[in-house]
Every structure is written in C-alpha cells, then in structure tokens.
Nanobody
Framework: QLQLVESGGGLVQPGGSLRLSCAAS????????IGWFRQAPGKEREGVSC????????NYADSVKGRFTISRDNAKNTVYLQMDSLKPEDTGVYYC??????????????????????WGQGTQVTVSS
C-alpha cells in the first residue's frame, strides 16, 4: 500500500519555528516531485512549497518566501518543510502530495491544489500567542 504521512505539526507562538516531515511508505519518493499544501478553516487549500524529485528546483508561495524552506532526503524517503518566523496566518492543516517528477514542474504542482497522485492525512499547525 502507498502512503504519505505528515508529522511535526503543533502549537507555536508567532515568530516560532516548526519542521514538518512527509514520509513515504510502500513506494520511494526518489522519482516524485513533492508539494506542501495547507488549508485553513473555511478557506481553500493553497500551495505552500514544492520540490523537484532531485531536489534541484523549488517553489514557494510569496507569502512564505524567506521564512519556509523545503528540502528532501531521498535516502530517508522523506521531505521536510522548515517553517521559521511563523505568523498566525500560517495556521492550518498542512498536507504533502506527490506526483511523478517527469510529468510535472514545481511551479505547476504548487498552483494545482488537488488531483495529485498521493496525499497524506495532514498535520495541524497552529500559530497563536
């Protein structure tokens, strides 16, 4: 069975940091572009950051540039999202998704908020004082 599992969410004060992890089981992430998406209550899901299968290309939403960093460790079958200088508007459920790297780009993946091949269950991030 193919599965993506997010972890690392939690409650953090504004200005704090969290590192999210997206781990794959049942398949390898080596050939997949990975994206992080988030959804706040009552709002549509939005692309946060995406990374190519090799890790050589990345994309960030304007709202998180300079604060978030996406990376991957293919040997560990895991993709990370380091979130620094968190703001209340970063609050939401964060999901990772995977698409074959040969048929997508990080830009295309990040602007598409659905219809990706694989999705995780999500992890809650709450930024509040």
């Amino acid at each position: 069975q193919l599965q993506l599992v997010e972890s690392g969410g939690g409650l953090v004060q504004p200005g704090g940091s969290l590192r999210l992890s997206c781990a794959a089981s049942g398949f390898t992430l080596d050939y997949y572009a990975i994206g992080w998406f988030r959804q706040a209550p009552g709002k549509e899901r939005e692309g946060v950051s995406c990374i190519s299968s090799s890790g050589g290309s990345t994309n960030y939403a304007d709202s998180v540039k300079g604060r978030f960093t996406i990376s991957r460790d293919n040997a560990k079958n895991t993709v990370y999202l380091q979130m620094d200088s968190l703001k209340p508007e970063d609050t939401g459920v964060y999901y990772c998704a995977a698409d074959p790297g040969w048929r997508t780009t990080v830009k295309a993946m990040c602007v598409m908020t659905s219809r990706h091949d694989y999705w995780g269950q999500g992890t809650q991030v709450t930024v509040s004082s």
